[in-house]
Every structure is written in C-alpha cells, then in structure tokens.
C-alpha cells in the first residue's frame, strides 16, 4: 500500500507541478484567448468512443489527454471579456483554496470530522448573517449553489408557516423577473405550478409592492393560503432590486415569511458605497448568495442563511443510527441536520482564504468595479445613433439593443440575436441576449474586477460594427428608400 502511494507521488506529482504552472501561465495572458473554446466534434467523438481501460494506462498520458481536449475545451468564465449569465470572476486565491480543500478532503457534514472547517463555515456564516444584519439565533449553511440555497430556504419557509393539511392550498409570491430556480425549488417541494404566483414587476423590474399586496389579498379571500413571498436582491436580467422594506411590510402584516434571492446580489452587502441599495435585507427570514457569483469564488460556494437557524433543524435533522457516536462530539448541531446534504465538502475554506488575503474592503472595491464597468458601456451605448439602452446600469448589469427606427420587431430580435451570436462565436467576447417584456436585448454583466474600460469599449465597437448590425441599417435605408419612391 505505502509503495503504491510512493509511486504515484512520483509519477502525478511532477505532472501536478506542471500543472500548476500551465495554469497560471495562462491566467498571466487570459485576455488574449479566446472566450468561448469548444471541443471539436473529432474530441467530443474521441472522448465518447475512448470508455473506461480494463487496466489502467500511465498517468502522464491521461493528463495530457484531458488536458488538450477536456480542460481547454471549455468557455472561460474567468476571461475579463466573459459578459454572459452572471460570469463567475474567480480569484485565484479562491482556486488556491479550493485545490488546497480537494488535497486534504474534510468531511464536512459533521464537527467530528471537521472541527477547524466547521468553525471556518460557522465564523463566515456569522460574519455573512451580520453583513445581512441578522440578530442573535441566526444561522446558515454552505450549498453548492444558488438553487440549493433558495430550494433549502424554502422548504425551512414551508415547514415553518403551513401544517400538513394546508399544504395543498399554500401559495407563494414571486415576480415576473424571479429566478427560475424558485420555481423549480417550490415543484420540488410538493407544490404545484398554480400554487406559485408571479406578481407584474414596474417599469424598473422590480417587483410591484401595490400588485402583491392585491395578489395575497385576494388569495386569502378566496381561501388559499398565502406562505411566502420571494423577493430578489439583484435580478437575473437587469440587476434590479425589489423594493424590500415595503415588500417585509406586507409579509409582517399577512404573517408570511420572506425569503430574498440575493444569489448574485447579496454581494453588494461589500460595498460600502451601494450596500444601502439592499436596505431591507435585514427583515427578511432566509437570504440566498452566491459567492461563486459575486465573491469570486469557483463553482460550487454558495450560502443560505436564515434570520433563526431552529427553522433549519426543524427541517433538515434526522439521527440515524450510525451517526449517533459523530453527534456526541460537540454542542452546536452538525451541518448534515441543517440541510439536504450529508457528505459535504468544506466549501467555505476557499472563500474564508480568499476574504483573509483581499480583506472585506478590497471585495467590496472589487465589486464597485463592476458597477463602474457597466456605467461606463451604457454611457458608450447612449452615444450611438440607432442603439437604446433598454435596462439602466446596476448591480453591474446593462441590458441594450439596436434598435434603428422602421425595422419591424421580430427582426429587430433577429438582428440583436445575430449580434450576440457573431461576437461570441469570434471568441472576443461573450455576449449573449435575454427577453424584456417580450423584447430580445443584448446584456452585459461586468463583474469581472479584471475587465478593463478598454475591454468594454473595444466590446461595444464590435458589437456595433457588427455585421448583424450593418445589415440591419442596410434593410432601414433601403426601406426609407421605398418610402421615398
Ligand atoms: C444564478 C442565480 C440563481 C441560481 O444560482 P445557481 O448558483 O446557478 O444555482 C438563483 N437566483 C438568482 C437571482 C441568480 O442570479
């Protein structure tokens, strides 16, 4: 056994060494590849057809392998140019801690296993619920993602406020912006679609205080049973913000429980110039946040947090026999009870390594950043003739079109859908588009601390020269023409 180890020491640990530096070799020029790298057909063949050897094959070709058609063949969501869904910026102290997590492997489920790990998860989860301004009794767990934490928020949501019987006619509020994973979290569940309803959101895309109010008011009067209400602190879309403190005003009256999804914009708490832009948080009974959104991280870091962490026991602990003796070791309950999962990784370590080296304040810088990136592009689409800026810079989001003057909607959808697609496809930048009101736009999300405003002016050019763009122009002048004749 001791030999066998000896021998792959020798022979992986030259090619991790190597490995190491082919990647920070990389990360030292990022900006000059390619955003989006695909595997060719030829590699996605070679790696169906290659299945699994009856007996093993020698480690330094199966890392060359990989690493020429496996690891290289994906998008780089770490590329300052990485505009698409909400990219995930990562800090390479966050990639240091998570290889240094996965080298070492504590079992995070229990205190047993991981005494120093859990009390780095139990002090980030303080520091977090204290950023958010929970008071005493509140408590939290680190999930693999967004999805998990608003699915583990929501069943504590549902556990706490409806018995067994009222289950069938509970409803919960969301807006026409809310995250999708709401959804799918509330069918998980138990509820049906018709038990989730979607309030309008104003004209600045935030949740319609007036209408929600309206919704649970006639819901209660027909005899449903209102449960929650899910505000988002940073939209998917556009980066806005629901008007929280109003929205807490209606739960507290009804007796609801409010659950933010702050999974990409619960960051902001970092920011001391644009915290107060989240004011409200702080009444609210469970928040969801991404840190491999916003702080940095690699995937898979993500943390929900609840106002009271009973609600998380009540519904997540079970005591098998076998883990009995594991409970025996401490005072604090083990994280395996307060969520779905039981073998869990230290997720928290990489994070906690990332905040001790850049310290709270240069997040928080590195977050203003990206509110300075997006001002800067929407300032650059303004400028041009024929371009509309559709949602206003925030939270490091602007959504914008090209939309010259006699070109029929559906094409104009057509024309910003070739846009996105051509930039992206050039591997310059990733640029892709989302609907608004039935409208298809181009959307940037600037988070990248990297991303320089030569990066973003040099991204919009593109995007304006595109060729999708001069024909567009092309079919506005010929039907001015037409006009004419
Ligand atoms: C990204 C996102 C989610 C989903 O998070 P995952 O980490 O992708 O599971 C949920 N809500 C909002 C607002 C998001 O932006």
Known sequence: MEAAMERQIDSAGELMKEFIDTVLGLYRHIGEEDVLRQADGETLQRLLSRGIPREGRPVDEVYREMLSDVYTKNALVQHPRCFACIP????????????????????????????????VEEALVRWMCGLAGYPDGCGGLFVSGGSMANLTALTAA??????????????????????????KGLHIIGFRADQVRKVPSDAAFRMDAGALRAAIAEDSAAGKKPFAVIATAGTTNTGSIDPLPEIAAICRAYGLWMHVDGAFGASVLLSKRYRHLLSGIELSDSLSWDAHKWLMQTY??????????AHLLRSFAVHPEYLKDAGAFNQSPDFWDLGPELTRPARSLKLWLTLQVIGSEGMGRAIEHGYAMADFAAQLVRQQPDWEIVSPAQQGIVCFRFAPAGVPAHRLDRINQEIAHEITQSGYAQVLTTELRGRKVLRLCTLNPETTPEDIRATVARLVKSRAAAKGRGSEEAHAKKKVS
């Not at 966050?94 to 120093?116: I, L, Y």
């Open 88 to 119: 995930s910026p990562v800090s390479l102290f966050s990639w240091m801690g998570d290889v240094m997590t996965n080298a070492f492997d504590p079992h995070a489920g229990c205190r047993m296993n991981a005494s120093a790990a859990g009390c």
């Open 158 to 183: 549902r556990d706490a406020k409806l018995s067994d019987a009222e289950r069938a006619s509970a409803v919960a509020y969301v807006s026409d912006q809310t995250h999708s994973s709401i959804a």
């Open 300 to 309: 898979g870091c993500s943390v929900v947090l609840l106002r009271d962490q």
